[in-house]
């Protein structure tokens, strides 16, 4: 009897093996969550709570069960979201990222990136943290301006990752629009500018004694420079090294992996064109500088990245996932060591303007669409 | 003892399906033929035996143990290559396709497809049948000549397959280089020129009564139009199906599905642009026009494809494979039905020009690169 058991469990398991699992598997979208506005970055802070940011509304807490949405309230009021008139369209301010500390079960501690603004002067990245008490955002403590502020609409950056080193790092963009717009040193190359760079700080906003040395005029708090537009960072599962990527201008997407003290090379070299067309950047010696890992041959505009570590799909196991708001496909990236083995574009007769991929604790994962009536998405098997 | 042997059984079974089976596989390429000067098209005619055509060389009769190489003799004499000085650089011709009749084991018959070339005429793309004796071409006979013979030396086609219906399919590509040398009537518009055309024949060259019907003046076998430079076709394992290859001009590379009496619209419409920049296309309905199933947004250049239906990667069962000249990549397409679901670049690591995908009968993945020491390439697991 127990024989007989056993020999039906094992054709069972053989069978399953044979026709479901070894089979192609075509993931499907299960729409969670509707009416959101453009929502930019999700952290989960229970099972089934998140903490989601809306680049054109609010910070909000949803429970992905009960589907229930919760405005967070006192938003610091230099906020500048993509609607105001005063900074016209194609305007990429708002809401960015929201992380949480790695002690956040003890310390409560979230951390924000926006668009701030100064009245007259224009607006600039700002980074915060605080706490929620009472639906209300609290303690808020200002860990980074990324000053000047301008009048231009582009590229604030805002991608918030902690390290495996238990250190927050921030990317801040460049935000010229035009190559011809650039000063002789460009942005991104000069160590005393803020902008165009990736930061290394600790949780209270100081900076750490081991970040890389730029010099004795170097913005505080400097890892990298050489950086356009870069928004979303992921930590490799296996190397903890965090990868990111960063917008092109026509073409010339990235995807890079981040070294203390690394020149990411925008605007002396390109793997795209420039918008400028007759744009001459300084000359420079190129062994200074750090290739990409990838770049595409097409425009996909890549923002919020993740590392897949769940169960659900054992062969994406470890695999990069890429969201694209341009063409709005997902990209599957499967690795060995720090290099591309192969590109799988996902989703391709579904396509939808992507801002992130979010993993959660128990294994799923998600993305935000960028739409007025923004989502979030599982995917899963069919 | 019995059921222990079943329960070990069954633990085996688990752990293989739960690690090596379900975790992520990196293909390899496996080199098992070197020296070929640019290999276009491959057949198996036994387990081991195949018969591989040279653009820039010869007919060759291949053991892939053995690795002893044949050359077949007596190729017609009015055979082009493309090192010939006449017709300058950049140019595509040459031997191309070979395929061998579906009752190949009774009659021995093969089809060749070939740049032929009159004196001070130029050249064009020919269809033969023949068989071979001692290593030697005879009973050669003519099916196709695509006239008139031009001094053009690109996009002759010569995609040759055996439909599910016996039929012999073949394209035969427009011949021009730039759109501004269209006439009035486009050359893959116009029912009366050969050129720009997908034809269905009977092996012999006699013409099917059930082809569609393009008027009265129509070149004879004509089954679809409105091709640029068709070279690849494949048919689906489920649906019986061709699906075929089209090289865009920049960017426009595609993935079509043959129809009887389709027009895929070249040039009247591109998924790409223009080589010639003012070109204006006659005005046309585009409701009348088959659609791609596929574009890329970036050049290809898609050659020779194949669908899977080998056991060694379960998980690409019935994908559709195309290989790229241009990048030197090989696509994977996931299917469910007539639609793409998404889309693998594999061995982007390792690019090489790719003319041409192969299965064998007993299931395996081989490559043809383009190059003058041209390769035949098994892909296979780690």
Redesign the interface.
């Known amino acids: 009897m ?2 007989k058991i ?2 039906f ?2 054709i069972w ?2 069978s ?3 026709t479901k ?6 993931p499907v979208k299960e729409t969670v969550i509707t009416g959101l506005k453009r929502p930019w970055s999700m952290v989960f802070i229970t099972k089934n709570d998140v903490l989601l940011t809306e680049k054109e509304g609010n910070l909000l807490r949803i429970n992905l069960q009960s589907k229930r949405k919760t405005i967070i309230k006192g938003f610091p009021s230099d906020l500048v979201d993509s609607l105001d008139v005063n900074y016209g369209k194609g305007n990429n301010s708002g809401i960015f990222e929201v992380v949480i500390d790695p002690n956040f079960s003890i310390n409560q501690y979230l951390y924000l990136s926006y668009a701030a603004q100064t009245p007259n002067e224009g607006t600039t990245t700002k980074i915060i943290r605080a706490t929620i008490k009472n639906d209300s955002l609290t303690q808020i403590k200002t860990l980074l301006i990324a000053s000047p502020f301008t009048k231009q609409n582009h590229h604030y950056g805002g991608g918030l990752k902690f390290g495996s080193d238990q250190k927050l790092y921030i990317t801040i963009g460049e935000r010229l629009f035009y190559e011809i717009d650039e000063p002789a040193t460009p942005i991104a190359q000069d160590p005393t500018d803020k902008r165009g760079k990736i930061y290394r700080i600790n949780p209270d906003g100081s900076i750490p004694n081991d970040n890389p040395n730029f010099g004795k005029n170097a913005v505080a708090g400097l890892y990298a420079l050489g950086i356009r537009a870069a928004q979303g960072m992921a930590i490799h599962p296996e190397t903890g090294d965090i990868w990111f990527s960063e917008h092109g201008t026509i073409q010339g997407d990235e995807i890079n992996i981040l070294k203390a003290g690394a020149n990411y090379g925008w605007p002396l070299v390109t793997s795209g064109q420039y918008r400028s067309k007759d744009y001459n950047p300084p000359k420079v010696d190129v062994s200074t500088l750090t290739s990409p890992v ?1 770049f ?4 996909v505009a890549p923002t919020g990245l993740a590392f897949y570590t769940g169960k659900e799909f ?6 990069l996932f890429v969201p694209g708001l341009s ?1 709005g496909s997902l990209w ?1 990236f ?1 690795l ?1 060591n720090e ?11 579904e396509p939808v303007r992507l801002r992130k991929v979010v993993q959660s604790p128990d294994g799923k994962l998600y993305l935000l669409t960028d739409e007025l009536d923004g989502k979030i998405i599982r995917i899963k098997k069919p």
Chains 1, 2 share one sequence.
Request: proline fraction near 2%.
């Open positions: 127990k024989s056993l020999y469990a094992l398991v053989v399953l093996t044979f699992s070894f089979a192609q598997i075509i990838w595409w041959r097409q425009t054992p062969a994406w196991r470890n695999n063409g599957r499967k060995e290099k591309v083995k192969s590109v799988e574009q996902l989703f391709v007769d």
